[in-house]
């Protein structure tokens, strides 16, 4: 399982993190997985209990991940911050936090993803993700490369942690 971590978080991360950060998170994960209450002894310091909705494994990778990695927000210009944030100033968006706050959730989501498309031409544009399931905000979500989602999906499939295209996911939801 450490090895499916260790892809998951590298790809998720887009480059962000450092790959020792990367072995760090996907071998405490694989601990938490394999045997939470050891993991919880040999870590006093962690606050997890079993009314967390997702497993110890999924939440020491969660609550591992950078800002500039997994984004948690509540709104969508909260969101679309985050994410222009982690880019830094060299890269330019066409869209603002403010011009989400009065769309509906589906047309901000389909802006935000129409612009995230338009970067990284090599990999496709980047998709922005579900990921897990949110704890404590409305959304919850990392960016993937474009050509990394397939496979961004089967490993979290694998590892056991919900995720579906953020856009995609909210469609279905809406229409359903």
């Known amino acids: 399982m450490k090895d499916q971590l260790v892809e998951l978080i590298s790809k998720i991360s887009s480059g962000c993190m450092g790959a020792e950060e990367i072995d760090k998170i996907a071998d405490e994960a694989a601990q938490a997985?394999?045997?939470?209450?050891?993991?919880?002894?040999?870590?006093?310091?962690?606050?997890?209990?079993?009314?967390?909705?997702?497993?110890?494994?999924?939440?020491?990778?969660?609550?591992?991940?950078?800002?500039?990695?997994?984004?948690?927000?509540?709104?969508?210009?909260?969101?679309?911050?985050?994410?222009?944030?982690?880019?830094?100033?060299?890269?330019?968006?066409?869209?603002?936090?403010?011009?989400?706050?009065?769309?509906?959730?589906?047309?901000?989501?389909?802006?935000?993803?129409?612009?995230?498309s338009a970067l990284s031409p090599e990999t496709k544009g980047y998709v922005l993700m579900d990921f897990s399931q949110p704890l404590d905000d409305e959304m919850q979500a990392v960016l993937v490369y474009t050509t990394d989602l397939e496979r961004v999906l089967e490993l979290c499939a694998a590892v056991g942690i919900a995720a579906a295209g953020s856009y995609e996911a909210l469609r279905v939801a809406v229409h359903v």
Do not use: C, H
């Not at 969508?76 to 989400?100: A, C, H, R």
């Open 33 to 116: 997985y394999a045997d939470p209450a050891a993991f919880l002894a040999a870590n006093p310091d962690i606050n997890y209990d079993d009314t967390f909705p997702i497993p110890l494994g999924e939440w020491v990778v969660v609550g591992s991940l950078p800002e500039t990695v997994l984004f948690q927000a509540d709104t969508y210009p909260d969101l679309l911050q985050q994410i222009i944030d982690s880019f830094g100033k060299e890269v330019t968006f066409n869209i603002k936090p403010k011009q989400l706050q009065k769309t509906e959730p589906l047309t901000a989501m389909n802006r935000i993803q129409v612009q995230l």
